[in-house]
């Protein structure tokens, strides 16, 4: 099993900038891919970023809305992902998950954290 919590969300003015956190705890060593994923009020829940394990300096992907804009990472030493948000518009407000795949293609879910752009 593996235990993922978010935090780092809250309102942020558009043209900001916010950095979500994901700590992961369990069985870390199983996890092969990363990523975060947003679901708006009335949307589905869409893909943000992935960033796989194991990979020197870690493959990552981005959804072309956020290109440019937003930097996925990952430090192995304390098990968490990052997200660096910056020129936020008030498109990105949703609620934020933390995903995680292990080599099993077993899928894990924190419970979000919120991120509102408004001024």
């Known amino acids: 099993q593996v235990q993922l919590v978010e935090s780092g969300g809250g309102l942020v003015q558009p043209g900001g900038s916010l950095r979500l956190s994901c700590a992961a705890s369990?069985?870390?060593?199983?996890?092969?891919?990363m990523g975060w994923y947003r679901q708006a009020p009335g949307k589905q829940r869409e893909l943000v970023a992935t960033?796989?394990?194991?990979?020197?300096?870690?493959?990552?992907n981005y959804a072309d809305s956020v290109k440019g804009r937003f930097t996925i990472s990952r430090d192995n030493a304390d098990n968490t992902m990052y997200l660096q948000m910056n020129s936020v518009t008030p498109e990105d407000t949703a609620v934020y998950y933390c995903?995680?795949?292990?080599?099993?293609?077993?899928?894990?879910w924190g419970r979000g954290t919120q991120v509102t752009v408004s001024s």
């Open positions: 960033i796989i394990s194991g990979v020197s300096g870690g493959r990552t």
């Open positions: 369990g069985r870390i060593s199983t996890i092969y891919t």
């Open positions: 995903h995680a795949l292990d080599w099993g293609s077993m899928g894990y």
